[in-house]
């Protein structure tokens, strides 16, 4: 009887201490592309408006919480004519639709955080800082779930800027308050 008892308590209590391992796959899209935007500069009397392609390039790598939605941070670099930012933000990736005999899924993408001008090395008594950004975004992603991907993703990239400048003759101060916004078209691979 003793026996029994022991075997039955070992055979309950090793039952009992195998809870089921909940697996959350690491997840990373890595994707290069040109920002394309409209900008204006000049004075009031000779503004000028030039169409400007800038190089971006950003790695986001989280956690799958769910089949559908990924949560983790994103770092990148974003190369304008007058600064070099290194975004760095949090951001979530969801997957919207999937076709059913397909391997194409529609997802949406979402980042926000702080541009830093770490990398940016500017003309003598420049000195150019980050700031808030911002990136909606949609894309394709081809490829069986759980495997490697290729991705397209278009995404609205809002960057703000802040520039202060040598003074010259009069001036007391020479600060300027840069806001790109541009369309991002990129190219790349997720798994």
């Known amino acids: 009887m003793k026996q029994l008892v022991c075997f039955l308590l070992l055979l309950g209590g090793s039952a009992w ?8 796959p690491f997840v990373n899209y890595t994707e290069v592309g040109g920002l394309f935007g409209r900008v204006a500069f000049g004075n009031n009397t000779a503004e000028v408006v030039e169409n400007r392609l800038s190089f971006t390039a950003q790695t986001f790598n989280g956690v799958q919480l769910t089949s559908q939605l ?3 941070g994103t770092v990148g670099i974003d190369w304008y004519k007058a600064a070099l930012l290194m975004p760095v933000s949090a951001g979530i990736r969801f997957d919207l ?3 059913p005999r397909k391997n194409v899924r529609v997802f949406t993408s979402a980042d926000a955080g ?5 990398l940016h090395k500017g003309s003598t008594g420049y000195d150019t800082k980050g700031g808030l950004m911002l990136s909606p975004g949609i894309g394709l992603k081809m490829g069986r779930p759980g ?3 290729f991705i397209m993703s278009v995404s609205y990239k ?9 003074l010259s003759g009069n001036d007391i101060r020479r600060d300027e308050h840069r806001v790109y916004n541009r369309i991002a078209f990129r190219l790349g691979v997720s798994f």
């Open 70 to 72: 990924a949560v983790g």
């Open 17 to 24: 201490a195998q809870k089921p391992v909940i697996k959350r």
């Open 158 to 166: 809002r960057q703000e800027a802040d520039v202060q400048k040598p």
């Open 147 to 149: 495997n490697t991907a």
């Open 97 to 99: 639709a999937k076709h």
């Open 114 to 118: 702080y541009g830093f001008a770490w």
